[in-house]
T-cell receptor, first 114, second 114 residues
Framework: GDSVTQMEGPVTLSEEAFLTINCTYT??????LFWYVQYPGEGLQLLLK?????DKGSNKGFEATYRKETTSFHLEKGSVQVSDSAVYFC?????????????FGQGTILTVHP | DGGITQSPKYLFRKEGQNVTLSCEQN?????MYWYRQDPGQGLRLIYY???????QKGDIAEGYSVSREKKESFPLTVTSAQKNPTAFYLC?????????????FGPGTRLTVL
Protein backbone atom coordinates (compact mmCIF):
# COMPACT_ATOMS: atom_id res chain seq x y z
CA GLY A 1 0.00 0.00 0.00
CA ASP A 2 0.91 3.67 -0.09
CA SER A 3 3.54 4.65 2.43
CA VAL A 4 6.35 7.07 3.25
CA THR A 5 9.60 6.09 4.90
CA GLN A 6 11.67 8.78 6.53
CA MET A 7 15.11 8.75 8.02
CA GLU A 8 14.83 7.88 11.67
CA GLY A 9 15.68 10.53 14.17
CA PRO A 10 16.43 12.26 16.24
CA VAL A 11 18.99 14.16 14.22
CA THR A 12 21.32 16.41 16.22
CA LEU A 13 23.52 18.96 14.46
CA SER A 14 25.64 21.95 15.28
CA GLU A 15 24.70 25.33 13.88
CA GLU A 16 25.88 25.85 10.26
CA ALA A 17 26.12 22.10 9.62
CA PHE A 18 24.70 20.50 6.46
CA LEU A 19 21.35 18.77 6.81
CA THR A 20 19.92 15.83 4.91
CA ILE A 21 16.71 14.05 5.87
CA ASN A 22 15.98 11.10 3.62
CA CYS A 23 12.48 10.34 2.38
CA THR A 24 11.29 7.59 0.06
CA TYR A 25 7.74 6.80 -0.92
CA THR A 26 5.65 3.96 -2.27
CA UNK A 27 2.70 5.08 -4.33
CA UNK A 28 0.97 4.27 -7.57
CA UNK A 29 0.99 6.82 -10.33
CA UNK A 30 2.67 10.19 -10.01
CA UNK A 31 2.11 11.67 -6.57
CA UNK A 32 2.74 15.24 -5.50
CA LEU A 33 5.34 15.46 -2.75
CA PHE A 34 5.52 17.72 0.29
CA TRP A 35 7.69 18.55 3.27
CA TYR A 36 5.90 19.92 6.32
CA VAL A 37 7.53 21.31 9.48
CA GLN A 38 6.11 21.27 12.99
CA TYR A 39 7.53 23.55 15.66
CA PRO A 40 7.03 22.56 19.32
CA GLY A 41 3.40 22.70 20.41
CA GLU A 42 2.15 23.86 17.02
CA GLY A 43 0.40 22.51 13.95
CA LEU A 44 2.14 21.71 10.68
CA GLN A 45 3.29 24.27 8.15
CA LEU A 46 4.06 23.56 4.53
CA LEU A 47 7.81 23.94 3.95
CA LEU A 48 8.03 23.07 0.25
CA LYS A 49 6.46 20.93 -2.43
CA UNK A 50 7.06 19.42 -5.87
CA UNK A 51 4.36 18.18 -8.19
CA UNK A 52 6.23 16.42 -10.97
CA UNK A 53 9.42 14.50 -11.61
CA UNK A 54 12.68 16.51 -11.44
CA ASP A 55 10.92 19.50 -9.88
CA LYS A 56 12.86 21.14 -7.07
CA GLY A 57 10.93 22.65 -4.19
CA SER A 58 12.71 25.28 -2.12
CA ASN A 59 11.93 27.60 0.79
CA LYS A 60 13.89 29.25 3.61
CA GLY A 61 17.14 27.64 2.42
CA PHE A 62 15.64 24.14 2.35
CA GLU A 63 15.51 22.18 -0.91
CA ALA A 64 14.16 18.84 -2.11
CA THR A 65 14.13 17.33 -5.60
CA TYR A 66 11.45 14.93 -6.86
CA ARG A 67 13.37 11.85 -8.01
CA LYS A 68 10.92 9.52 -9.71
CA GLU A 69 13.53 6.91 -10.60
CA THR A 70 14.45 6.42 -6.94
CA THR A 71 11.02 7.40 -5.53
CA SER A 72 12.74 9.84 -3.21
CA PHE A 73 12.33 13.41 -2.00
CA HIS A 74 15.25 14.08 0.33
CA LEU A 75 15.29 17.34 2.29
CA GLU A 76 18.54 19.33 2.39
CA LYS A 77 19.81 22.57 3.84
CA GLY A 78 23.33 23.87 3.50
CA SER A 79 23.63 25.59 6.86
CA VAL A 80 21.15 24.94 9.64
CA GLN A 81 20.24 27.35 12.40
CA VAL A 82 19.03 26.81 15.95
CA SER A 83 15.63 28.08 14.81
CA ASP A 84 15.36 25.11 12.42
CA SER A 85 14.89 22.77 15.37
CA ALA A 86 11.54 21.10 14.73
CA VAL A 87 9.90 17.90 13.49
CA TYR A 88 9.96 17.43 9.71
CA PHE A 89 7.35 15.35 7.88
CA CYS A 90 7.55 14.04 4.36
CA UNK A 91 4.17 13.46 2.72
CA UNK A 92 2.54 12.80 -0.62
CA UNK A 93 -0.80 13.22 -2.32
CA UNK A 94 -1.55 10.31 -4.62
CA UNK A 95 -4.37 11.88 -6.61
CA UNK A 96 -7.17 9.86 -8.16
CA UNK A 97 -9.63 8.79 -5.50
CA UNK A 98 -7.45 10.05 -2.64
CA UNK A 99 -9.68 13.14 -2.28
CA UNK A 100 -6.91 15.31 -0.95
CA UNK A 101 -5.68 12.79 1.59
CA UNK A 102 -2.02 13.19 2.44
CA UNK A 103 0.06 10.15 3.39
CA PHE A 104 2.69 11.11 5.97
CA GLY A 105 5.96 9.66 7.11
CA GLN A 106 6.59 9.21 10.81
CA GLY A 107 8.45 12.48 11.19
CA THR A 108 12.11 13.25 11.91
CA ILE A 109 13.07 15.29 14.95
CA LEU A 110 15.85 17.79 14.26
CA THR A 111 17.74 19.50 17.07
CA VAL A 112 20.33 22.16 16.24
CA HIS A 113 22.79 23.25 18.93
CA PRO A 114 24.59 26.63 18.97
CA ASP B 1 -5.96 37.20 9.42
CA GLY B 2 -7.20 34.04 7.79
CA GLY B 3 -6.48 30.73 9.38
CA ILE B 4 -7.66 27.70 11.28
CA THR B 5 -8.50 27.74 14.95
CA GLN B 6 -8.85 24.73 17.19
CA SER B 7 -10.12 24.70 20.71
CA PRO B 8 -9.36 23.89 23.37
CA LYS B 9 -5.58 23.53 23.24
CA TYR B 10 -5.60 20.94 26.03
CA LEU B 11 -8.51 18.69 26.93
CA PHE B 12 -8.89 16.14 29.66
CA ARG B 13 -11.56 13.50 29.63
CA LYS B 14 -12.59 10.72 31.90
CA GLU B 15 -12.98 7.25 30.47
CA GLY B 16 -16.46 6.63 29.10
CA GLN B 17 -17.15 10.25 28.23
CA ASN B 18 -17.68 11.69 24.78
CA VAL B 19 -15.83 14.90 23.97
CA THR B 20 -16.05 17.30 21.01
CA LEU B 21 -13.06 19.11 19.51
CA SER B 22 -13.71 22.34 17.68
CA CYS B 23 -12.24 23.34 14.31
CA GLU B 24 -13.07 26.60 12.54
CA GLN B 25 -11.57 28.10 9.38
CA ASN B 26 -12.08 31.46 7.71
CA UNK B 27 -10.09 30.64 4.57
CA UNK B 28 -13.21 29.89 2.52
CA UNK B 29 -11.86 26.39 1.90
CA UNK B 30 -14.21 23.65 0.73
CA UNK B 31 -12.25 20.68 2.10
CA MET B 32 -11.51 19.95 5.73
CA TYR B 33 -9.68 17.09 7.45
CA TRP B 34 -9.05 15.61 10.88
CA TYR B 35 -5.76 13.86 11.64
CA ARG B 36 -4.50 12.09 14.70
CA GLN B 37 -0.82 12.34 15.65
CA ASP B 38 0.87 9.79 17.90
CA PRO B 39 4.58 9.83 18.80
CA GLY B 40 6.70 8.18 16.12
CA GLN B 41 3.73 7.43 13.86
CA GLY B 42 3.23 10.55 11.80
CA LEU B 43 -0.30 11.70 11.06
CA ARG B 44 -3.23 9.43 10.28
CA LEU B 45 -6.46 10.58 8.65
CA ILE B 46 -9.63 10.18 10.73
CA TYR B 47 -12.32 11.88 8.61
CA TYR B 48 -12.46 14.31 5.73
CA UNK B 49 -15.11 16.50 4.17
CA UNK B 50 -15.10 17.74 0.60
CA UNK B 51 -18.10 20.02 0.93
CA UNK B 52 -20.79 21.08 3.36
CA UNK B 53 -23.11 18.28 4.53
CA UNK B 54 -20.76 15.62 3.21
CA UNK B 55 -17.95 13.69 4.89
CA GLN B 56 -16.14 10.37 4.51
CA LYS B 57 -14.21 8.05 6.77
CA GLY B 58 -10.46 8.10 6.66
CA ASP B 59 -8.08 5.37 7.73
CA ILE B 60 -8.92 5.30 11.45
CA ALA B 61 -12.55 6.48 11.79
CA GLU B 62 -13.70 3.93 14.36
CA GLY B 63 -14.74 5.59 17.62
CA TYR B 64 -14.99 9.06 16.04
CA SER B 65 -17.81 11.08 14.47
CA VAL B 66 -17.97 14.40 12.64
CA SER B 67 -20.45 16.85 11.18
CA ARG B 68 -20.16 19.53 8.51
CA GLU B 69 -23.21 21.75 8.78
CA LYS B 70 -21.32 24.93 7.89
CA LYS B 71 -18.45 25.52 5.50
CA GLU B 72 -16.37 27.08 8.27
CA SER B 73 -16.79 24.38 10.90
CA PHE B 74 -15.83 20.70 11.15
CA PRO B 75 -16.15 19.47 14.76
CA LEU B 76 -14.82 16.06 15.77
CA THR B 77 -16.43 13.99 18.51
CA VAL B 78 -14.29 11.40 20.24
CA THR B 79 -16.71 8.82 21.58
CA SER B 80 -16.35 6.36 24.41
CA ALA B 81 -15.96 3.65 21.76
CA GLN B 82 -12.50 4.97 20.85
CA LYS B 83 -10.23 2.61 22.75
CA ASN B 84 -7.10 4.73 22.89
CA PRO B 85 -8.11 8.38 22.47
CA THR B 86 -5.10 10.05 24.11
CA ALA B 87 -3.35 11.82 21.24
CA PHE B 88 -2.70 15.14 19.51
CA TYR B 89 -5.52 16.01 17.08
CA LEU B 90 -4.93 18.25 14.09
CA CYS B 91 -7.53 19.84 11.86
CA UNK B 92 -6.63 20.97 8.35
CA UNK B 93 -8.28 22.55 5.35
CA UNK B 94 -7.55 23.02 1.66
CA UNK B 95 -9.15 24.93 -1.18
CA UNK B 96 -10.63 21.74 -2.57
CA UNK B 97 -10.10 18.04 -2.27
CA UNK B 98 -8.94 15.98 -5.21
CA UNK B 99 -6.06 18.35 -5.87
CA UNK B 100 -2.48 18.63 -4.69
CA UNK B 101 -3.23 21.82 -2.82
CA UNK B 102 -1.49 22.87 0.31
CA UNK B 103 -3.30 21.81 3.45
CA UNK B 104 -3.35 24.44 6.17
CA PHE B 105 -3.20 23.10 9.71
CA GLY B 106 -4.60 24.38 12.95
CA PRO B 107 -2.51 24.50 16.16
CA GLY B 108 -3.95 21.21 17.42
CA THR B 109 -5.75 19.92 20.50
CA ARG B 110 -4.01 17.58 22.92
CA LEU B 111 -6.54 15.16 24.38
CA THR B 112 -5.69 13.18 27.50
CA VAL B 113 -7.95 10.50 28.92
CA LEU B 114 -7.61 10.16 32.66
Amino acid sequence: GDSVTQMEGPVTLSEEAFLTINCTYTATGYPSLFWYVQYPGEGLQLLLKATKADDKGSNKGFEATYRKETTSFHLEKGSVQVSDSAVYFCAFYAGGTSYGKLTFGQGTILTVHP
Amino acid sequence: DGGITQSPKYLFRKEGQNVTLSCEQNLNHDAMYWYRQDPGQGLRLIYYSQIVNDFQKGDIAEGYSVSREKKESFPLTVTSAQKNPTAFYLCASSIASGRADEQFFGPGTRLTVL
